[in-house]
């Protein structure tokens, strides 16, 4: 922070990008957790004296100001009530099902808007306090979306972008919400709002049309009082150099090769990294490969299934239901088909180091990303940019975001249709290595040249400019 206690250059997410590492003497430190966007961000901190401004991730927790890693963080309590109410209850039981095409039914409770609206107001105001004399705000994601307006009204000189990492839904599901329009002024707030994907710009500017005074005037919304709001697609990456540098180390590939005869050195190993979430499709991946083993299209010598189901939101009811239905269908597939030290699928439900990770990617031979719906989905473009040997294919559901850029080089897929997923996922199983070479140079060349620090630059010159 500069003298003054303020920023030039201020991001708003509802967490800090550190984790508290609390030492053997009991001290307190703060380690930069390994999260792409502040990765890309970091540069633009440090340029701009930067500020920070989200929660620790405990209840109640309040440390003073503090600076780590070239930047300044301003950390906003939550009690444990809000916690439940707007973290677990709006956030991820209202908003997150509804804008995922209501895969699981979104629960409306007005106590939850109210501790929504009221930790948006704290957010707003910390970041208020923060921010120089016209200083540029990046608001980010489905949590905080009625920052912008909020903040607008507190400090008017400040410009200010959002960028949405989920999926905008339709008219026909976003109508459900019963504070629609508070939603959408909240977001009409920002100068800039960004999208993963073109259609979700669509959507956004039409209800915005519907439900609030906006009017498109060309290819900007003006709102009912006059002001201009751009809304574009600015669709999300990764960072390709750390991907790529684990996926070149040499112990990196000789896990890989572990891995490989871990699990039985079987023809194809297939994989799925994912957080045990509804959206991420899983039980249509595991019924398409369970029927490919029952109809002896595929033997467990032939192929074996990793999947990784990272745990998330266990304090949310629907997650606790995935995971025992998830689990159930690999306690089933293994049961049926499985042999004394070859069960057909290895389930993981853990986290793991990045290292394993990208030692996993270089084992699978095929990669099946299948969600329902997902906003971009950077497991995708890890697996093409830790492919440097060009060879492995990529599944990909046409309901990521990522199918946008991939379509033309992975095997795109509806997961609702099991036998078309049946037949993809044997396709891509039986692709010559011509052919995977050719499809992964392409998928690797988009991904390569348009990285993170390439979405972090766009977005904020877009900003700057409107
Ligand atoms: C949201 C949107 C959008 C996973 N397991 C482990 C681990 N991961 C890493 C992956 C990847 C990230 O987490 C997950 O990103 P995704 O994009 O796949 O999915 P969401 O978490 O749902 O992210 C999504 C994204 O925001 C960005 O805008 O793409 O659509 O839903 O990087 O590799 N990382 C480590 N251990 C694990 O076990 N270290």
């Known amino acids: 922070m500069s003298t003054t206690g303020t920023s030039s250059f201020v ?8 984790d508290r590492v609390v030492t053997p003497g009991g001290e307190t430190t703060w380690r930069r957790s390994p999260g792409g966007l502040v990765t890309a961000l970091a540069p633009v901190m440090r340029a701009y004296d930067g500020a920070w401004v989200g929660w620790t991730g405990s209840p109640d927790d309040a440390p003073e100001p503090f600076s780590t890693a070239d930047m300044d963080l301003r950390a906003v309590p939550l009690s444990a009530e809000e916690i439940t109410l707007y973290y677990e209850g709006f956030s991820n039981a209202t908003l997150w099902p509804l804008y995922h095409d209501v895969i699981v039914p979104p629960e409306y409770h007005r106590e939850w808007w109210d501790a929504y609206r009221q930790v948006n107001e704290r957010f707003a105001a910390a970041a208020a306090e923060v921010a120089d004399e016209n200083a540029v705000v990046f608001v980010q994601d489905y949590q905080l979306q009625l920052v912008p307006q909020i903040l607008r009204s507190m400090r008017p000189d400040l410009k200010i972008g959002f960028f949405l990492h989920i999926p905008f839904p339709p008219q026909e599901l976003f109508a459900q919400l019963p504070w629609r329009r508070q939603i959408l002024e909240g977001l ?21 049309e519907l439900f609030t005074g906006a009017s498109a005037v060309g290819d900007t919304l003006v709102t009912d009082d006059g002001r201009s709001v751009r809304a574009r697609a600015f669709p999300i990456s990764i960072q390709v150099d750390e991907v790529a540098r684990l996926a070149e180390d040499p112990e990196v590939q000789a896990r890989a090769a572990t891995i490989r005869e871990e699990v039985g050195s079987p023809r194809h190993i297939m994989l799925g ?31 074996v299934f990793l999947q990784v189901a990272t745990p998330s939101r266990e304090r949310v009811e629907a997650y606790q239901t995935l995971r025992d239905e998830v689990e159930l269908q690999v306690g089933r597939i293994n049961g049926d088909y499985g042999r004394i030290g070859t069960p057909a699928v290895h389930y993981l439900y853990s986290s793991y180091e990045r290292a394993e990770l990208v030692a996993l990617l270089r084992a699978a031979d095929v990669m099946v990303v299948t969600p329902l719906r997902d906003g971009m989905n950077l497991v995708a473009k890890e697996y093409v940019t830790a492919r440097t040997d060009l060879r492995g294919a990529l599944v990909l559901s046409e309901f990521a975001g990522a199918a946008d850029e991939m379509g033309t080089g992975a095997f795109l897929v509806n997961p609702h249709d099991i036998d078309g997923l049946r037949r993809t996922m044997m396709a891509a199983m039986r692709v010559d290595d011509a052919e995977a070479e050719q499809r992964m140079k392409l998928l690797r060349d988009h991904v390569i040249s348009h990285d993170i620090d390439r979405w972090a630059h766009d977005f904020l010159a877009a900003l700057r400019a409107v």
């Open 11 to 18: 991001v708003v997410a509802n967490r800090l990008p550190v």
């Open 188 to 208: 009409l707030g920002a100068d800039l709002i960004g999208f993963q994907r073109d259609g979700a710009v669509g959507n956004f500017e039409s209800l915005a």
């Open 273 to 303: 990294v994912d957080r045990l979430d509804y959206t991420k499709g899983i039980g249509h991946r595991l019924k398409a490969f369970g029927e490919l083993l029952r109809d002896r299209e595929v033997t467990p010598e032939d192929a």
